[in-house]
């Protein structure tokens, strides 16, 4: 089991730039391939950015692409998405979750993650 917890988000104004951190705890974060969720208010939660237990593979939403990355220090126990040139439309709760790397990695998809982090708030203004 892995517990999560996200921080970084704040209001911040369109073209700016965030780094969120989804630290991680118990069992070893190196088990563990990573994502980056979002859900805006009154939306589904939605895939934003994933990458693989060691760092080899990274896959983004068309969305982010180009202005978001993800990244991963297994020393740390910890998974960043620096976010870039942020839009209004970015603006949601950012969940960072975990899979098991022993298992088929459909990164897109929420049933693959088993362990969630509670959130945390980004803002863009416009």
């Known amino acids: 089991q892995v517990q999560l917890v996200e921080s970084g988000g704040r209001l911040v104004q369109a073209g700016g730039s965030l780094r969120l951190s989804c630290a991680a705890s118990?069992?070893?974060?190196?088990?563990?391939?990573m994502g980056w969720f979002r859900q805006a208010a009154g939306m589904e939660r939605e895939f934003v950015a994933a990458?693989?237990?060691?760092?080899?593979?990274?896959y983004y939403a068309d969305s982010v692409k180009g202005r978001f990355t993800i990244s991963r220090d297994n020393a740390k126990n910890t998974v960043y998405l620096q976010m870039n040139s942020l839009k209004p439309e970015d603006t949601a709760v950012y969940y960072c979750?975990?899979?098991?790397?022993?298992?088929?990695?459909?990164?897109?998809?929420?049933?693959?993650?088993?362990?969630w982090g509670q959130g945390t708030q980004v803002t863009v203004s416009s």
């Open positions: 979750a975990a899979a098991m790397k022993y298992r088929s990695f459909h990164y897109r998809l929420r049933d693959t993650y088993r362990y």
């Open positions: 990458i693989i237990w060691n760092g080899d593979g990274t």
């Open positions: 118990g069992r070893s974060f190196s088990d563990y391939n």
